[in-house]
């Protein structure tokens, strides 16, 4: 179970990530004009902004999009809290990655609740006609936080060398450790 020490960690990373999120996203929609992207750092990045009403890439699932992907949204909130709630203390980069993607995932899901136009996407990347598709600090924190989760799940579940050298074979009816020593 979680402790005290992991919320220190969680809570201010998760709350600077939906705050950073929810003021850039107000910045943009004062400060752009939808139909013409602003120019930051020659065409590579630009600010540009859109209304995304589906999920990652401009996927959509219909006129209910909104409320499928707010579905989705709260359900994988309360897997990743269920997460978050059985680390052990002192798990850094769980706790780290949770608290980004929970961050981001809230900051979009605030977006979806306030308005039926979508998610606001400003930050525009690419060259010429080559973009990657327009995203948000939200799309940050969730992209970073679950490639850091992925690697740190993937390495929970390898077995230490320490467990390697601790784990015990059934072999011939006798147990036996792998040093071939018999029980």
Known sequence: MQSGRNGRLFWPILISIVA????TKALAVRGLDPRTP???FGDWLRFTLVYNPGAAFGLHVGNQSRWVF?????????????????????ERARVMSLALVCGGALGNLIDRIRSE?????????????????????????VSVGAFLLAVVLWAED???EEGKAASV??????????????S
């Open 20 to 23: 950073s999120d929810v003021i």
């Open 38 to 40: 602003e120019k930051v």
């Open 70 to 90: 707010m579905a989705l949204t709260i359900a994988a909130l309360l897997i990743l809290g269920r997460l978050y709630l059985s680390s052990r203390p002192g």
């Open 117 to 141: 136009l979508g998610v606001i996407d400003f930050l525009d990347v690419g060259i010429g006609d080559a973009r990657w598709p327009t995203f948000n600090v939200a799309d940050m924190a």
């Open 158 to 160: 390898r077995p230490s």
């Open 169 to 182: 074979s059934l072999v011939s009816g006798e147990l036996r450790h792998e040093s071939g020593e018999a």
